[in-house]
């Protein structure tokens, strides 16, 4: 993550990195909707790999780490302030599964919740 004239942008981390903007999940009081999305797209990634990062937004990752092996990851953008980001964020744990939500009645420790963090 950097800032270009006070605005953040995410940029992959290497070329076995793609992003995408899903676009806005805020439920109009400035709280971003994370369960909103559940399954990592198959197409629509982005070209260039670097884009801007919008409050309420939520981003999806596609994270190659190895030969026909993929992990997907998502992260909202919950607020932006002078030189921070909060971000709260999830991984897929298993391999080349794109859904990106708990499972239902499954609560697990709440420790393993997504978590907000600041960049």
């Known amino acids: 993550m950097f800032f270009s004239s006070g605005t953040p ?8 990195v793609r992003l995408q903007d899903l676009g806005d999940f805020n439920d109009g009081f400035g709280n971003v909707l994370f369960e909103g999305v559940t399954w990592a797209p198959v197409n629509g990634y982005s070209a260039t ?3 801007e990062l919008v409050a309420g937004h939520v981003y999806v990752a596609e994270i190659a780490t190895g030969p026909g092996t ?9 607020s932006i302030g002078s030189g921070v980001v909060n971000i709260i964020w999830a991984y897929q744990l298993i391999a080349n599964l794109p859904e990106l939500s ?6 697990g420790q709440e420790s393993d919740g997504p978590r907000l963090i600041s960049l």
């Open 9 to 16: 942008f995410v940029t992959r981390g290497g070329n076995h």
């Open 49 to 51: 790999g670097t884009m």
């Open 70 to 78: 993929v992990h997907f990851a998502k992260f909202g953008v919950d």
């Open 102 to 107: 708990a499972p239902s009645g499954d609560r």
